[in-house]
């Protein structure tokens, strides 16, 4: 008899078990984001219908399934349009994490457009879409061979439209003048 009692509280307690939710405690305890490929020292090119428009280089990528990181890593974007009068930009940070078609860029983050202007600052967003650089760190740039220094930048890459907020500019009229006097 009371090996009955025991069989039938052993299958009401595995009836019982079967039907409570379980959660994978060690999942949740690791994260939801986990990498899904790893590349070490990658070199990546985008292709379009004519040419490479763009060149990813660093030292090791990070691919998630929502966005990209990329660390000590130089992006050169090729320029397409023939109504523009530059070669190439040149993007280079500690940290390049690219969500979409924006690419933020932390610690000593550089950005160049041939010799046109050089901006170095800790913190640079970029929209590849709408080719729009900002930030909202201290910034110090060279502009046509002169100095600007600010807090926040506004670059619209496409009408060539650069505006600063706190902006110290100087202009060195001996960079000008060569040879007039």
């Known amino acids: 008899m009371g090996m009955k009692t025991f069989t039938f509280v052993l299958l009401v307690l595995a009836l019982g078990a079967y039907f409570i939710p379980v959660q994978n405690i060690e999942k949740n305890a690791m994260g ?20 490479v428009s763009r060149v990813v280089v660093a030292s090791h990528a990070v691919k ?4 990209d990181e990329m660390f000590n890593a130089d992006i050169i974007l090729k320029n397409s349009d023939t109504r523009k009068n530059f ?4 993007l280079n940070a500690d940290l390049i ?9 932390t610690n000593n983050v550089k950005y160049k457009r041939d ?20 930030n909202t760190k201290p910034f110090t ?24 907020k706190n902006t ?3 202009i060195d009229v001996t960079k000008n003048n060569k040879g007039k006097k």
């Open 32 to 51: 939801k984001d986990l990498p899904m490929v790893v590349f070490e020292k990658p070199i990546m090119y985008t292709l379009n219908e004519t040419n």
């Open 64 to 67: 998630y399934q929502n966005r």
């Open 87 to 90: 070669n190439n930009e040149k």
């Open 97 to 105: 994490v690219k969500k979409a078609d924006v690419y933020t860029l």
């Open 115 to 134: 010799d046109f202007i050089k901006l170095d600052t800790n913190e640079l967003i970029y929209d590849d879409i709408k080719k729009i650089a900002t």
């Open 141 to 164: 740039a060279i502009y046509n061979q002169h100095l600007l220094k600010g807090n926040t930048i506004y670059l619209d890459i496409n009408n060539d439209y650069l505006t600063a």
């Open 168 to 170: 110290h500019f100087e």
